[in-house]
């Protein structure tokens, strides 16, 4: 696709946009935290939050996060299939939870339940070949720190080089899970169907083979078998997950489901090759809208009041050239092509809306993370990926993160990272019109600020969740009395700040840039839309060599290098020794 037939994919979809922020539907003013469970602080965090829902200055809580491959049997009342992190014998804690859910709903809270976060969807062996092995991006330094530079020494021994969680976080192939096929169910099947039918791009294959607790081929190299992350017993019992999730929502009176998709490894490993600029993720678009699509079938056969949102990939909403990562574009041509998912999360009964993580940014110059040139600080990156949105006419809410950003990886680029301060966040909300806010989120309630001040660590001024929560919920319920509430500490009183490096959060909705696996020299962020109506390369990355001779082209030696030659820009790249290709006319 050319850079022209890309602007007017905008100048299209513009109109849809302004209609739909000129009324945005009621109960979509929402400011909402994540609340991560687990079952030593879960029980009380949870706990105390119910007991001062009236108080909170938040009117949304997500309960996270349940597993991709969850079962859940209606009346059965357990949690035990769910694994929602809360207890691990009896009912799992059904009905505590169940319970706090009606106190929280008293309170004037509602309550979602998450599925997925990034490691209920991060497949060690695929993302770290495919996303992170397959070019010099940011995160390119762990497969040199954990396997001597070649992708082929990252294996179970030391975790595929520590890319879906960093080495300090101990994990094990049991701690990541993938969003399955549920290829045996006439549910999912209806869903495929109804994908299958509005399909715009790629013909669509699907990958049932990939199930969780089996091996599976690498269907690239045709070679390497690796056992699928998660639990078959889904699949044994017949059941779909997705429906099953709407399930357990009804069982336990829940405001709504939430979808938090980022399988990298998916979009990486499948994605198709026109020319070097030019990648497509059409079948993880296909994936995720079939996903959505059941959930909303299963919401509308048997739950009908049941909301529906999805956590979004900053770069998501953005039509560019994609170079692989990031899942740019995912939600933009998933609204393209299926434009009743979108319109089921954002407008009317059932919209919980559509969550962009806009955190875990990084202003790395090296890995063009600036999206425009000049567009480095949080708020101004905030704005832009918001505006792709808001182009693609998809009405969306802001994300923040409390304290130290997982990207980039503090233990190897902490200068680089962009947390929250209050001068952020004061610009973010001012770019925030009240006629086109639908609110905002975060993650998460009980994440601490970080306070040391200085040295590699350091996050001066970043803020916590309380003072974000306030400004937040004050931008979207004016004079609401909860705004002025604060989230209580357990075992009363506020949080506390932490000083000093706080680990990771591991399992959040993590943004699309945090892990960023830039798979070319030319990271997916560095797309362009210019004044000029024209794509450019990123001068960080790229060096333009603008002649006019028609023996302009000369040699080819650094692979994401650029040049306009008579009237074509042209890119050096392809397999080595690289080539000169043909990336856009117009230059
Ligand atoms: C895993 O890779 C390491 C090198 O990074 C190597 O020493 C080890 O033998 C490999 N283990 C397996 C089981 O292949
Ligand atoms: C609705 O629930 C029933 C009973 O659990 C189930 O059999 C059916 O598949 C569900 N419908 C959808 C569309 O998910
Ligand atoms: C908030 O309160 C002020 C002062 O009481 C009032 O003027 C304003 O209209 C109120 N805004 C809303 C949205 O209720």
Request: some cysteine; proline content about 7%.
């Amino acid at each position: 696709m050319n850079p022209l037939a890309i602007l007017s994919l905008i100048a299209a979809v513009a109109p849809t946009f302004i209609n739909a922020l000129a009324t945005p539907s009621v109960g979509t003013a929402v400011a909402a935290g994540y609340l991560l469970l687990n079952p030593t602080e879960g029980p009380a965090k949870l706990k105390a939050l119910a007991d001062n829902a009236a108080t909170l200055p938040v009117n949304r809580v997500y309960l996270s996060f349940v597993r991709p491959d969850m079962v859940y049997v209606p009346g059965s009342n357990t949690l035990q299939y769910a694994d929602i992190g809360y207890a691990t014998s009896g009912d799992w804690g059904f009905a505590e939870v169940k319970q706090r859910v009606t106190q929280l709903q008293a309170g004037g809270v509602e309550v979602f339940l998450s599925m997925g976060g990034w490691n209920y969807n991060c497949y060690p062996y695929f993302y770290t070949k495919y996303s992170i092995g397959s070019g010099a991006g940011p995160n390119q330094w762990k497969i040199t720190q954990y396997g001597g530079g070649n992708v082929n020494n990252c294996n179970e021994s030391n975790m595929w080089c520590y890319t879906c969680e960093p080495e300090s976080q101990m994990t094990t192939l049991k701690d990541f899970i993938i969003f399955p096929e549920p290829a045996n169910t006439a549910t999912w099947k209806a869903a495929q169907a109804k994908i299958k039918a509005g399909a715009k791009g790629n013909p669509v294959t699907w990958h049932p083979e990939f199930l969780p607790g089996s091996p599976v081929t690498d269907p690239v190299d045709k070679t390497t078998i690796t056992t699928v992350p998660g639990n078959g017993y889904f699949a044994s019992q017949g059941r779909d997950p997705y429906a099953d999730l709407v399930s357990l929502a009804k069982d336990l009176n829940l405001d709504g489901v939430d979808i938090d998709y980022e399988e990298m490894w998916h979009a990486d490993t499948f994605r198709t090759q026109t020319t070097f600029s030019d990648y497509k993720l059409d079948q993880t678009v296909y994936k995720y809208s079939a996903i959505m699509a059941d959930v909303v079938a299963a919401i509308q056969a048997n739950y009908s009041t049941c909301k529906l949102s999805t956590a979004a990939g900053a770069a998501g909403g953005d039509s560019g050239h994609w170079w692989g990562g990031n899942l740019k574009g995912l939600w933009y041509y998933s609204n393209l092509w299926y434009p009743d998912i979108t319109k089921f999360m954002s407008v009317g009964a059932n919209a919980g809306g559509i969550n962009v993580m806009t955190y875990d940014l990084s202003n790395n110059p090296q890995f063009s993370e600036c999206p425009q040139p000049g567009v480095c600080d949080l708020a101004g990156q905030v704005n832009y990926y918001m505006g792709t949105y808001a182009q693609a006419g998809i009405v969306a809410r802001v994300g923040y993160e409390i304290g130290q950003p997982a990207y980039p990886d503090p233990s190897n680029d902490p200068t680089h990272q962009i947390p929250l301060t209050q001068a952020a966040l004061t610009s973010i909300l001012s770019q925030q019109t009240s006629a086109s806010s639908v609110g905002g989120f975060f993650w998460e309630l009980y994440k601490p600020k970080n306070s040391d001040p200085t040295g590699a660590t350091g996050q001066p001024n970043n803020i916590d969740a309380t003072t974000l929560a306030q400004q937040v919920c004050a931008k979207v319920l004016p004079n609401a009395s909860r705004c002025k509430g604060v989230i209580p500490q357990v075992g009363g009183g506020p949080t506390p700040s932490t000083t000093g490096p706080v680990p990771s959060s591991s399992v959040k909705p993590s943004t699309t840039t945090s892990v960023i696996p830039a798979s070319s020299p030319i990271p997916s962020s560095t797309k362009v839309i210019t004044s000029t109506s024209k794509i450019v390369p990123s001068s960080t990355t790229s060096k333009i060599v603008t002649t006019g001779s028609s023996s302009c082209k000369g040699s080819c030696a650094t692979y994401g290098a650029s040049q306009c030659c008579s009237g074509t820009e042209y890119y050096c790249g392809g397999a080595s020794p690289y080539t000169w290709l043909v990336w856009y006319q117009g230059c």
